[in-house]
């Protein structure tokens, strides 16, 4: 008996881990969060657009709400020296890399840096192939807490893809330094084996604008079973008023996109220029009791309860979706989003509406609501009664509801 467990559970684990090796760095046991330069800065991260970031991080209280990674992305590294080790651009690293993980260090921290597994990075620098020693070294004898490997200039061969990132997990894991692996393949076929190469993995092509991310959305309704403690789907980065490159998102959609990246567990990684954020931003990317429901230890992935793809909502009427997921103490959250371009009034969430089915709870089960965004507790309701929602703006109004059942 016991062997035919242990050969059933070898079974099962050989089946979701193809991989040989597992990543097993014992990073990303919840969502990553932090900062990354693309959507602010694009190709030209300089030292100093970083040290203004970095105090922009702590002065908003974005730090202290838990975005403790500082990420650079594509455009640090102009070439290689005779050793073939990474040279990060002069003209803008004056002082050189090291002495910016330093003062990033300093601030208090994680540095991650940003490589590609082809032969040049989606903006034409150099990339990892064939170097993944050498730059798995170079990273861990600078501090690199973090590293994204993106997949532009290399095989469209899903095989070769799933290889070539674990060439470059082997070669992290050999450091013996912890770092973060954030695989960025652009696809939803990652999710099934990215637990054995990857913290996080890309499921989606960027983000990008409000399309871009519905469409994201939509990608992580069938890849939800695939993450937890360890490793998460990655659905890009938040977009706020203050992305740069015609990016920008309203306030409202920026809320929806935080609310619901927040329940689908993904990484919360703020991607605009943080100088100027404004309040609204700061409120909503500060909501501890919404980045409680993304840190939640369980992490399970949200699971669309009511609602099909958002993306052809863009010019629809009424489109609507509730995402939920159940969190460590038994509790489910919630989240409501309105993506048409009616206002919606008086939405109800309850079993009676087939809304709360996958929670598994009867009828009668009595549940304390709290409002996360009005930071507020509701009068006690049943489950078949669920929660009101009065009104939705249209374009991206959300709400958001944890829903504790009373035994
Ligand atoms: C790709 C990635 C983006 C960004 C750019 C950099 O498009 O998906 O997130 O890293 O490359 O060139």
Not at 145 to 170: H, I, Q, V
Request: proline share 5%; glycine share 12%.
């Amino acid at each position: 008996m016991l062997l035919r467990l242990t050969i059933s559970v070898f079974v099962l684990l050989s089946a979701s881990f193809p991989s040989t090796t597992a990543l097993n760095n014992g990073l990303g046991l919840v969502p990553s969060m932090g900062f990354n330069t693309w959507y602010d800065v694009f190709m030209n991260p300089t030292e100093d657009s970083c040290l203004a970031l970095v105090d922009a991080i702590k002065a908003t209280g974005l730090y202290d709400a838990g975005y403790h990674y500082f990420n650079l992305d594509d455009g640090v590294f102009s070439g290689r020296d005779a050793n073939g080790t990474l040279v990060a651009n002069p003209s803008q690293f004056p002082n050189g890399i090291q002495s910016l993980v330093d003062r990033v260090h300093a601030a208090g921290m994680k540095f991650g840096i940003y490589t590609d597994r082809g032969t040049q990075t989606c903006g034409g620098r150099p990339g990892a192939q064939g170097y993944e020693t050498i730059d798995a070294n170079f990273y861990a004898s600078i501090g690199v807490d973090f590293l994204k490997e993106d997949s532009c200039n290399a095989s469209p061969d899903e095989e070769t893809a799933f290889a070539e990132y674990a060439r470059m997990r082997d070669a992290l894991n050999k450091t013996g330094r912890p770092i973060y692996f954030n695989l960025c393949g652009w696809n939803t076929y990652y999710a099934p084996i990215g637990h054995s190469l990857a913290n996080s993995w890309r499921t989606g092509g960027d983000d990008g604008n409000w399309e871009g991310i519905l469409g994201n959305v939509d990608n992580a309704a069938g890849i939800v079973q695939y993450q937890g403690p360890g490793g998460f789907n990655d659905l890009d980065y938040l977009l706020g008023k203050n992305a740069q490159g015609g990016v920008a998102q309203t306030d409202l959609q920026a809320r929806a996109q935080f609310s619901l990246y927040s329940v689908i567990t993904s990484p919360l990684i703020i991607s605009q220029d943080l100088t100027k954020i404004s309040d609204y931003s700061i409120v909503t990317y500060t909501n501890r009791e919404v980045i409680a429901v993304n840190q939640d230890p369980r992490g399970a992935g949200g699971i669309r309860l009511v609602g099909g793809d958002l993306r052809p909502c863009i010019n629809g009427s009424t489109c609507l979706n509730v995402w939920g997921k159940p969190l460590v103490d038994g509790s489910w959250v919630i989240t409501v989003v309105n993506a048409g371009s009616q206002v919606v009034t008086n939405f109800t969430c309850g079993l009676a509406t087939n809304c709360l089915t996958a929670t598994g709870w009867l009828p009668t089960q009595k549940l304390v609501p709290r409002d996360l965004w009005q930071h507020q507790d509701l009068p006690g309701v049943q489950a078949q009664q669920g929660v009101v929602v009065p009104s939705l703006q249209a374009l991206g109004g959300s709400a958001m509801f944890k829903l504790t059942p009373v035994w």
